[in-house]
């Protein structure tokens, strides 16, 4: 489990976030939610270990990450960025870079990171554009070959910056169905998402930060009685009762 006590983080000298406080736990999608330039990001890159703790710490199954090797963290934590690019490699060749942490250089692949990759893949729904090359393909084409990388790292937490950031409905239906398939596998999924609506309906629980700060955490019911949702948008959020249960919009 990663948790985040009195993190204080930022980049070029400038802290964005002030003292956060989370947990990843296990067996759970966690939503982080909040305006843009608020700390998002930011959070995500700290706890993966690529981001700057300016204060309080990091703690991976109860060690400080500052403690442990790049390799290390890499074997706990998967890191899918908002920003990537545009190898000229397969979908299937780039999702091999996920079994890096595992391996010694030379780099040699094995039998089970071939295994790993294929299950990705199938998981990811990029098994069609397998053998196709990053640059050849559609924004939402190119976030699938990511997350497939980022699954074929087969590790305990995932953390993904908007991963459904290009994709169509129907692919961020299935994004939000494997995170809670992963959930239900025992691992801990993080995501950052813009589409608040999207996150209430799939989410197990919901950290909303403004300004760098945590306003609160809780389930989807907790944080919309709160009204929290509210204040940090400066926007009416309501819902709506539907026989698939509660439907969330903007008012």
Do not use: W
Not at 19 to 35: D, H, K, M, T, Y
Not at 78 to 102: C, E, I, K, N, W
Not at 210 to 238: C, K
């Amino acid at each position: 489990m990663i948790e985040l006590r009195e993190l204080r983080s930022g980049y070029a000298g400038r802290e964005v976030l002030h003292g956060i406080s989370l947990q990843f736990r296990p067996g759970e999608v966690l939503v982080i939610a909040g305006p843009n330039g608020c700390g998002k990001s930011t959070l995500l890159r700290a706890a993966a270990g690529i981001g700057e703790v300016s204060g309080g710490e990091v703690l991976i199954d109860g060690v400080s990450s500052a403690a442990l090797s790049a390799r290390q963290i890499a074997q706990k934590c998967a890191y899918m960025p908002q920003d990537r690019p545009a190898p000229s490699l397969s979908v299937r060749r780039m999702a091999l870079h996920g079994r890096f942490p595992y391996l010694s250089y030379p780099r040699r692949y094995r039998a089970e990171d071939f295994a790993a990759v294929e299950t990705a893949l199938e998981r990811a729904r990029a098994l069609d554009i397998a053998d196709r090359a990053i640059p050849e393909l559609s924004g939402g084409q190119r976030q699938r070959a990511y997350l497939a990388m980022a699954l074929a790292q087969e590790t305990e937490t995932l953390l993904m910056d908007e991963p459904t950031a290009f994709l169509d409905i129907s692919h961020q239906l299935a994004v939000m169905e494997m995170a809670s398939s992963l959930a239900r596998d025992g691992r801990a999924v993080v995501m950052v998402l813009h589409d608040l609506c999207l996150a209430l309906r799939r989410a197990d629980r919901l950290a909303v930060i403004s300004g760098g700060v945590l306003l609160a955490q809780g389930t989807p019911e907790e944080i919309y009685a709160s009204g929290v949702i509210d204040e940090a948008f400066q926007a009416r959020l309501r819902r709506a009762e539907t026989p698939d249960g509660p439907q969330y919009y903007f008012a």
